[in-house]
Every structure is written in C-alpha cells, then in structure tokens.
C-alpha cells in the first residue's frame, strides 16, 4: 500500500477559506481604573466566548502602570454563576500591574498556553483584580478563531 500526501498551495481550491468558520478575529478591551476604581478580588467579565471558538492567545497590555501593588489574573469563569471560575489562571496568573509590559498567554506554562476550544457558550473570561487599583490603564486581547462546522 503506497501513502501519498498532497500538499495545497494557496489557490488551489480547496485551501481556501470557507463561509463556515475557520475566520479569525480579535476581541478587545481597554480598562481604566482612572475613570472607575476597581475593588480588590473583583472580577471585570471581559467577553462571554461563543460556542466552537477557539482561543489562541491572550494578550495583556500594561499602558499605565498602578500606583500601588496590584496584580491581575486571567482566566475564565461560568457565565450562569460569574464567579465560579473554570479555570482562575488558565490564561495567565499574578501579572505585575506596576510594570509597563505586554504579557501573552504563549510564554507562560498556564494550563491554555496552547489555547483553549469553547464548544458551548457557557463561559466567559474574566480578569481578577488581585488588589485594589485606582491608576492602571491596561488592554486586553483574544485572538480566536471561529470554529463553527
């Protein structure tokens, strides 16, 4: 028995994109706890992800820095009982929120690293507010893909 493997080029038809999923897009947020002073162990629900999205990575923007200690946790919770989390870190954990820098969900070993599917509709991410903060600015990416059949 002979295996072959055909390789598409782009144009060849079938490597097209189709109508039915398979497109990519970003979800962002901005926060700024200048305008509206976050508590300590609040939850800011970010997105509520659809059904058969896959997330490949997160990414966390540190525009302006918090004036006190704070640090801010990525992950997701279920959307019928919002702070009930599936997993508090999936995405990343105990990021410094009185430093300037972008984290991403790719150089950590959170357990979604590698990206996480969402078969139903029924969670959203969240990010936790460690402690209190007054000052920070930050964004907060989602890079998915849709992967509806």
């Keep these: ?9 782009v144009g060849d038809g079938d490597a097209l994109p189709s109508n039915r ?3 990519c897009f970003v979800l962002h947020k ?3 706890a200048s ?6 162990a609040a939850i800011v629900k970010l997105w509520e992800i659809p059904a058969n999205t896959r997330v490949m990575e997160t990414i966390v923007a ?7 200690t704070c640090t801010v946790t990525l992950g997701d919770y279920v959307t019928a009982t919002p702070t009930t989390e599936v997993d508090l870190d999936g995405y990343e954990a105990s990021m410094d929120a009185e430093a300037a820098v972008a984290y991403s ?9 590698t990206g996480r599917f969402y078969l ?30």
Excluded: Q
Aim: aromatic content about 8%.
């Design 1 to 9: 028995m002979t295996t072959s493997v055909t390789s598409w080029a």
């Design 21 to 23: 999923g398979g497109k």
């Design 30 to 32: 901005h926060i700024d």
């Design 35 to 40: 305008e509206t002073n976050i508590a300590a």
């Design 62 to 68: 540190i525009r302006t820095v918090e004036d006190s």
């Design 105 to 113: 969900s790719l150089d950590g070993g959170a357990a979604y690293a």
């Design 120 to 149: 139903t509709s029924l969670d959203y991410i969240g990010l936790l507010f460690n402690n209190a903060a007054d000052t920070v600015v930050l964004d907060v990416y989602a890079v998915c893909v849709d992967c509806r059949p």
